[in-house]
């Protein structure tokens, strides 16, 4: 007779705390691009780099994580533990954090990009142990609890991240960019050594807890011989695509208005699409050598990640530079819009832990009317914790002030489209995904051709839709996978890479053209994601599946 395992509490809270961690960086970016934009007067396309330095960082230590095993022929990850996955993840963001004080004190783009790349860096070693971890840290079958509850706290780190970030930057949470040249970068040095610290004492909690699992096994990794070999090729010609970038850009004596860049970008997103796909028609007719890239579900999938991820962070990453713009032609000589750019990030990323908290509801055993009620509830309770964390975010000598939040008050009536949603959707994924694909084209194109409220909350309201396309995606891409499913999803981490092309690929259009015309890159993207949700319901049930299965997971 089984008993079930009791779950480890606090190595689970240390680990929700990580979780808080990845959020409050990844969002916080929104608000530094702005900010490093005025302070190194760099073009919107420089900026977005960022992002590039970030995103990139998490493909390259998921690929390398799959090289090193092919080579050994052995689990990398599983062969040092879970455990010390996550503490060597947890070390090499504390190089980085500590990095960042002398990056901030040399006032050197380069070097503050360089730091950020070894944060990320560790932060995909912690991301690619940390989901199975949880599992491990309790009964295998409240595994979904667990993984939900850090979900909900990282969401909780990238809705209070912009607004602590901004404070640190600015002293407020009011971003003037006229501003920013003569301020000083010493509270958001100190901030980042706080933040090395905390992941220190992770690390040391992991490390020296007897009571943790180690989370290791002596799983044999398959040569599959073809897909490692287009996987190298495609990640020589990214890696050379992104240091010509990398070099060009961070030199003063450059041409910013070349179309170098765009076309490098372009050059990039090329050789990934075309490589995944001819791995897929390749293995059609001889499917020995190519391993989980032999499943169209999959390969399809991991486009749909990259678009996915590259729409989620290119929303937000611009948002600051169309805001100023909008300011500038609507004649807001107040800078009614730049001023609360870090609210406005806020509630973007708030809008995903909206959706994020109603899409856990379904952990739960409600019953169908207490369910009904509670996707109805939950999303304003998530909007309730946007504006207190806002309002305690901007609060002064005189405390409290609550007209700080009156801007976004009428996102209320938006977070009714995502209750629709989700009813339509039905808790099946490839409904739910076309359904928000859909939403997120119609809320791009109004951004586009609207001004004021109505084109900044369309804008954020990318958020609301994005929430829940990772789970959607990743359950698709993953059935009847069998053996291949984990290769498969360490295939699909690699495409968070979609972060670091997408927003630079529209901060270079936005210099060409306007910020308008760049957010057609996020429609392109949403397009793509509503196709996926097409062609994979054929896909997956030609192959005897089903598209509808249960949403499992999350991001």
């Known amino acids: ?163 602590i970030f901004a404070l640190a930057l600015l002293g407020t949470t009011k971003l003037d960019e006229s501003l920013i040249p003569g301020l000083s970068l010493s509270t958001v040095q100190w901030l980042y050594v706080i933040i090395g610290v905390a992941f220190l004492v992770a690390a040391l909690l992991f490390k020296f807890s007897k009571k943790l699992p180690d989370g290791k096994n002596d799983a044999s990794i398959e040569n599959e011989s073809k897909a490692t070999i287009l996987l190298s090729l495609i990640t020589i010609v990214l890696v050379t695509v992104l240091s010509i970038i990398f070099i060009q850009y961070t030199k003063s004596d450059v041409d910013h208005d070349s179309n170098l860049s765009l076309y490098l970008i372009i050059i990039g997103i090329f050789a990934l699409v075309l490589g995944l796909i001819f791995a897929m028609k390749s293995s059609e007719s001889n499917p020995k050598g190519w391993g989980a890239l032999k499943y169209p579900q999959l390969v399809l999938g991991m486009l749909g990640i990259f678009a996915y991820v590259g729409v989620e962070v290119a929303i937000q990453s611009n948002l600051g530079e169309y805001l100023k713009v909008l300011d500038a032609k609507t004649g807001n000589t107040n800078k009614y819009w730049e001023n609360i750019t870090p609210m406005l990030i806020s509630l973007y990323w708030g809008s995903l832990m909206i959706g994020r908290w109603s899409g856990a509801i379904s952990v739960f055993n409600l019953k169908s009317s207490a369910k009904q009620i509670a996707f109805i509830v939950v999303p304003y309770i998530a909007f309730l914790v946007i504006l207190i964390s806002n309002m305690i975010g901007d609060m002064g000598e005189k405390g409290i002030n609550f007209s700080t939040i009156v801007p976004i008050l009428p996102y209320a009536a938006v977070i009714i489209i995502q209750i629709l949603g989700f009813k339509l959707g039905q808790e099946k994924p490839a409904r739910t995904l076309l359904i928000f694909g859909l939403m997120g084209i119609v809320a791009m194109i109004v951004g586009i051709y609207s001004t004021g409220s109505v084109g900044v909350f369309a804008l954020v309201s990318g958020g609301l839709f994005c929430s829940v396309m990772w789970p959607c995606i990743f359950s698709l891409a993953t059935q009847g996978l069998g053996k291949y499913t984990s290769q498969g999803s360490a295939f699909l981490i690699m495409m968070i890479l979609g972060g670091a092309f997408i927003p630079p690929l529209q901060g270079k259009l936005a210099d060409m053209f306007t910020i308008e015309i760049s957010y057609w890159v996020c429609v392109t993207c949403f397009v793509y994601l509503t196709f996926f949700a097409y062609i994979v319901t054929k896909i997956l049930k030609n192959q005897g599946l089903n598209p509808n299965a249960e949403i499992s997971g999350g991001h």
């Open 1 to 163: 007779m089984s008993t079930e395992q009791k779950t480890n509490y606090p190595a689970l809270y240390t680990l929700i705390g990580v979780f808080f961690f990845w959020g409050f960086i990844g969002a916080s970016n929104g608000v530094f691009i702005p900010f490093c934009k005025a302070k190194f007067n760099l073009s919107q396309f420089q900026s977005q780099l960022i992002d590039s330095a970030f995103y990139f960082a998490y493909y390259i230590g998921a690929f390398l994580l799959f090289l090193f095993s092919v080579i050994g022929k052995k689990d990398f990850l599983n062969s040092w533990g879970l455990k010390n996955g996550i503490v060597y993840g947890l070390i090499l963001s504390v190089i980085g954090a500590f990095v960042m004080f002398p990056a901030l004190s040399s006032n050197k783009f380069a070097f503050i990009l360089g730091a950020l790349f070894i944060i990320a860096l560790g932060f995909s070693l912690q991301q690619t142990a940390a989901q199975p971890f949880a599992i491990s840290l309790g009964d295998e079958s409240t595994g979904a609890h667990r993984l939900n509850l850090a979900g909900g706290i990282n969401s909780f780190g990238t809705t209070i991240g912009p607004i």
